[in-house]
């Protein structure tokens, strides 16, 4: 399976802006959708963004459309999600994903990343 590691989380104030970044290895991430999913403690996984083989297509969660922007680099192996404008009610455990499919939001077949930690101070 494709190897994911998630990087670029941290604390921000609320307003801030962070970009975080999705590094495979193993696998080639054009042939695979991707996506980003978060946890906040005591709360279940969610999904945020997910993204198109090619990038042409991308979906994102109501609570961060117009903020969130998950794009990928495919000739880099990497995917992104910058984060503007956050709120303290992003903070939370934020995870990549890889689904072998051209498309996916659910990612029930996916591999996964460690996450990294993104919290937003009010």
């Known amino acids: 399976q494709v190897q994911l590691v998630e990087s670029g989380g941290g604390l921000v104030q609320a307003g801030g802006s962070l970009r975080l970044s999705c590094a495979a290895s193993?696998?080639?991430?054009?042939?695979?959708?991707m996506g980003w999913f978060r946890q906040a403690p005591g709360k279940e996984r969610e999904f945020v963004a997910s993204?198109?083989?090619?990038?042409?297509?991308?979906y994102y969660a109501d609570s961060v459309k117009g903020r969130f922007t998950i794009s990928r680099d495919n000739a880099k192996n990497t995917v992104y999600l910058q984060m503007n404008s956050l709120k303290p009610e992003d903070t939370a455990v934020y995870y990549c994903?890889?689904?072998?499919?051209?498309?996916?939001?659910?990612?029930?077949?996916?591999?996964w990343g460690q996450g990294t930690q993104v919290t937003v101070s009010s």
């Open positions: 994903a890889a689904d072998q499919s051209v498309i996916s939001i659910t990612f029930n077949h996916a591999s």
């Open positions: 193993g696998r080639t991430v054009s042939n695979y959708a």
């Open positions: 993204s198109s083989t090619s990038g042409s297509r991308v």
